[in-house]
């Protein structure tokens, strides 16, 4: 049975180096390729599908985000994990708006850079409380009519676990309904909360579920 395919996409040799040492960790059926340039991200994801990108924003050919903007284009159902040495709140806070599932600063232990993997590889999302706090910081700004106060009580439980960085399947299971039911209120959330993946949405999560709901 074929294992996941893993493209590491970074130019530095010791880190991608690291990088096959903790991926088997978290994936052990883990395919790993590597691509070290912009332009041999987009031809490896054009030859391929990969289950999973760990992608360092600083590669060659790349400005800023573009290598992010550019992987999301071409293939935007593949999850996406940034691992950076940029880990200033205003980049944090670009990338999630940019499309990717997760963000792991490279000074982060193996332990949480295993931890998003697996999270990720599972259908979810992972952010560390840090990276969550710093976000919240950035995205941080007066609203007249803040959104998402109208979800109801089983919507508010839902977004609870995306925020714990649960799949549809593994919300399914603890709340005792259909994986399409969890669909539909993932869907709904979205469109109540103003965002488009389930990164956005735990973003809000923090502000939302301390309120009462309406």
Request: glycine residues 6%; positive net charge; proline residues 7%.
């Amino acid at each position: 049975m074929p294992g996941r395919r893993v493209l590491i996409a970074d130019d530095h040799p010791l880190y991608c180096e690291a990088l096959r040492a903790v991926v088997p960790q978290a994936c052990p059926d883990a395919e790993i390729s590597e691509a070290g340039s912009q332009a041999a991200v987009l031809a490896a994801i054009a030859a391929a599908r990969f289950d999973l990108v760990l992608l360092d924003l600083n590669i060659p050919g790349a400005s800023g985000l573009s290598c992010l903007a550019a992987l999301r284009q071409a293939a935007p159902q593949t999850p996406v994990v940034v691992v950076s040495a940029i880990e200033d709140a205003h980049t944090m806070q670009e990338v999630i708006l940019g499309g990717a599932n997760a963000f792991v600063p490279k000074s982060a232990p193996r332990q949480l850079l295993m931890s998003s993997i697996r999270a990720v590889l599972a259908g979810g999302t992972y952010m560390s409380p840090e990276v969550i706090e710093a976000l919240r910081q950035a995205r941080a700004k007066p609203r007249d009519e803040p959104p998402g106060d109208e979800l109801t009580l089983r919507q508010r439980r839902v977004l609870e676990l995306l925020a714990q960085g649960l799949s549809n399947k593994q919300i399914a299971r603890t709340l005792a309904i259909s994986e399409i039911t969890v669909k539909a209120h993932v869907s709904s959330i979205f469109r109540k909360l103003g965002v488009t993946n389930r990164v956005q949405a735990v973003l809000e999560a923090g502000r939302l579920l301390g309120k009462p709901a309406h």
